[in-house]
């Protein structure tokens, strides 16, 4: 298992003052989480393509993609091409996941598959080859500061247990609801990246938020 890594989410941060926000975990955090909602796969509308551009030019950490939006079979190239890290789409939403995560990398960017709560992932088994990350949704997505799902928990496990039998360096990001609280059972449970927005843009200090989150998953 990769060491853990941190993705603190913009959504919890001020959108008026993106690059400050993004600069305030910069020396802490692995990665910028990006939460891109279209108000139809998701009930919540975020940003898109073109703030992310921009984001890409003041940010000194590589985005983490997050796309909760319908069509990401159109849309999810386009995020590598621009020069995201990371690419995520749903499984629900995706018509030809194959394609669009291959494309994903075929732009140079890494391709995560994303797993709502209530969806099983034993039917993506024969797709970890084709992804570098597989994303398990820990609150129902739409938006921050939820309620983690402890429901979710045994399916982590599953998730990384099927990781480790196909001997794959797949990334298990959790998303949603992680927390001090929370974050230490995702830890057991098999997660090496962690997605926190509230937990870190809530904080008086993001930073500090970003370091006491990384030490205890490494606990
Ligand atoms: C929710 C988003 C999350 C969200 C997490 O749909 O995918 O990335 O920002 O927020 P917290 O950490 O506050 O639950
Ligand atoms: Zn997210």
């Not at 910069?26 to 975020?46: I, K, Q, R």
Request: proline letters at 6%; hydrophobic letters at 45%; charged letters at 25%.
């Amino acid at each position: 298992m990769a060491a853990p890594q941190i993705s603190p989410s913009i959504l919890s941060a001020d959108f008026a003052r993106l690059a400050d926000e993004v600069a305030a975990v910069s020396g802490a955090a692995d990665w910028v989480h990006v939460d891109v909602m279209d108000n139809h796969f998701v009930p919540n509308l975020t940003l898109g393509l073109p703030v992310v551009q921009s984001l890409l030019k003041h940010s000194a950490l590589p985005l983490d993609c997050h796309l909760m939006i319908e069509d990401p079979d159109r849309w999810a190239p386009q995020y590598a091409e621009a020069g995201a890290g990371s690419v995520t789409i749903h499984a629900e939403a995706a018509k030809a996941p194959i394609r669009t995560l291959r494309a994903i990398r075929a732009a140079g960017a890494r391709a995560g598959l994303g797993i709502n709560p209530a969806t099983p992932v034993e039917p993506y088994e024969d797709l970890l080859g084709e992804i570098d990350m597989l994303l398990l949704m820990t609150v129902e997505p739409g938006f921050g500061g939820q309620k983690f799902l402890d429901v979710v928990l045994p399916k982590i496990r599953r998730a990384r247990r099927m990781i480790k039998g196909r001997e794959l360096n797949v990334w298990l990001q959790v998303d949603g609801g992680v927390s001090a609280e929370t974050i230490e059972r995702c830890a057991e449970a098999g997660a090496d990246v962690f997605v926190a927005g509230s937990a870190v843009y809530g904080a008086d200090d993001p930073a500090e938020a970003v370091r006491r989150l990384r030490a205890q998953a490494e606990r």
